[in-house]
């Protein structure tokens, strides 16, 4: 089993870094092979809505050379997608914002292309915040939870923490004990062990 974090924080030893420690831990005591992608340490080019990745099928299709297409391969290859993120104005910062535009051409809508890459995926949000979760975080996982049921994935639900006086928040007993349940959860839901309300 195969699960692609995509860490979408510009910091790579902030704070959701930090709570992708415990999750990732705990995956890995599980058996499930964490592929873990910095996205702030890619070159990924913003979408330029040239829509020429909506005119092949089969493939990813877009005409930009850059890291985006390691990434895809990550995800296809993948058994389920956890953007961890941390929070900035109500959505995620933009280094991961590119990746999800980018992510335009998974699905073939738009032109003369057909079908999808990966339909019926799971994603799932491991998210960093400033405020409570549904206020701070409840945005983008709104946000998320759209993309999902346009692009054809299962959402399998959130995990969030609250910075209040940094880092430390995040190496608590409650916010470690919440990733690795959280990362339990995923892989009890890809193994059907468990069905939850949060999936769809």
Request: aromatic share 12%; hydrophobic share 35%; with cysteine.
């Amino acid at each position: 089993m195969k699960i692609c974090i995509l860490m979408g924080s510009p910091r790579q030893n902030g704070n959701t870094a930090a709570l992708c420690v415990p999750f990732r831990e705990e995956l890995d005591r599980l058996g499930a092979e964490s592929i873990y992608i910095p996205v702030a340490e890619k070159r990924i080019l913003p979408c330029r809505g040239c829509y020429a990745c909506q005119n092949v099928s089969r493939v990813y299709g877009c005409p930009q050379k850059d890291d985006m297409e390691t990434i895809v391969e990550a995800v296809c290859a993948s058994d389920c997608v956890v953007l961890a993120t941390s929070i900035y104005i109500w959505y995620c910062p933009s280094q991961l914002k590119a990746v999800l535009d980018r992510f335009y051409g998974m699905n073939k809508y738009y032109g003369t292309g057909k079908g999808s890459l990966w339909e019926r995926k799971p994603m799932a949000l491991l998210v960093t915040q400033g405020y409570d979760a549904e206020y701070g975080a409840g945005p983008f996982e709104l946000g998320m939870k759209h993309f999902c049921e346009h692009a054809g994935l299962r959402y399998f639900g959130m995990f969030s923490c609250r910075d209040i006086d940094g880092i430390t928040d995040f190496q608590t007993e409650e916010a470690v004990s919440g990733a690795k349940q959280f990362a339990r959860r995923l892989v009890a839901l890809l193994k059907g062990e468990t069905e939850d309300p949060y999936c769809v």
